[in-house]
């Protein structure tokens, strides 16, 4: 069974940083692309990253400059390093990997980590 595992949310004041992580685990045969999502109560979930197979990064307009999305392959697992955070970034962040345990890809999700930004 596959299974999408976070780590590193927390609180943290306006302008720190905060890396989250994202293993995958079980039997599969490979993961093409990965990324991160989060959402606040009452609202649907936003992308915040993607980042492919290859290495390619895809932003929402609103982390561009502040964070920074990576992969280490070898791993099974997704990094987002968030820099410069905001009151606004508070949320719970999901990860999200589109991996094939079989014959098809399938979209899994994690149970998601919790970022509060606050003074």
């Known amino acids: 069974q596959v299974q999408l595992v976070e780590s590193g949310g927390g609180l943290v004041q306006p302008g720190g940083s905060l890396r989250l992580s994202c293993e995958a685990s079980?039997?599969?045969?490979?993961?093409?692309?990965m990324g991160w999502y989060r959402q606040t109560p009452g609202k649907q979930r936003d992308l915040v990253a993607t980042?492919?197979?290859?290495?390619?990064?895809n932003y929402a307009d609103s982390v561009k400059g502040r964070f920074t999305i990576s992969r280490d392959n070898a791993k099974n697992t997704v990094y987002l390093q968030m820099n410069s955070l905001k009151p606004e970034d508070t949320a719970g962040y999901y990860c999200?990997?589109?991996?094939?345990?079989?014959?098809?890809?399938?979209?899994?999700w994690g149970q998601g980590t919790q970022v509060t930004v606050s003074s």
């Open positions: 999200q990997a589109r991996i094939r345990p079989l014959d098809v890809f399938l979209n899994y």
């Open positions: 079980g039997s599969f045969v490979s993961i093409a692309t």
């Open positions: 980042i492919t197979s290859g290495g390619s990064p």
